[in-house]
């Protein structure tokens, strides 16, 4: 396993075999801004109703629940830092929060 690395394709002469793509492994694309995910604290977890969501000093401006398919299964209202995942199936699902500043993700199980 790679922990650490560039990767870079530079102009090439030839059109055919010209690059289509320049990334540097870990670094985030340019335009998407990454918040702590040490600033949340989500609970409990594993859960079968409520999930409360603590983001300390970020200002929280829309969740959504995807599958791990990243297919969005639940847009709930925030309310009083708790969403309500009553209607979701047992499993597994990411919890995406926007912010202010950013964006973070998060798992949790529903139970």
Do not use: W
């Not at 694309?29 to 969501?53: C, H, K, W």
């Not at 597994?92 to 973070?104: D, E, F, P, S």
């Amino acid at each position: 396993g790679v922990t650490a690395g560039n990767a870079n394709f530079y102009n090439s002469s030839n059109p055919d075999f010209a690059p289509v793509l320049n990334l540097a492994y870990g670094q985030t694309p340019s335009g998407i801004n990454e918040v702590s995910a040490a600033q949340f604290l989500i609970y409990p977890n594993p859960t079968n109703g409520l999930l409360t969501i603590e983001s300390g000093s970020e200002i929280i401006k829309h969740v959504e629940v995807c599958n791990l398919l990243g297919e969005v299964v639940l847009n709930p209202q925030l309310q009083q830092h708790n969403i309500d995942i009553t209607a979701l199936a047992p499993g597994m699902y990411m919890l995406n929060i926007a912010t202010k500043n950013g964006r973070v993700s998060e798992k949790f199980v529903k139970e």
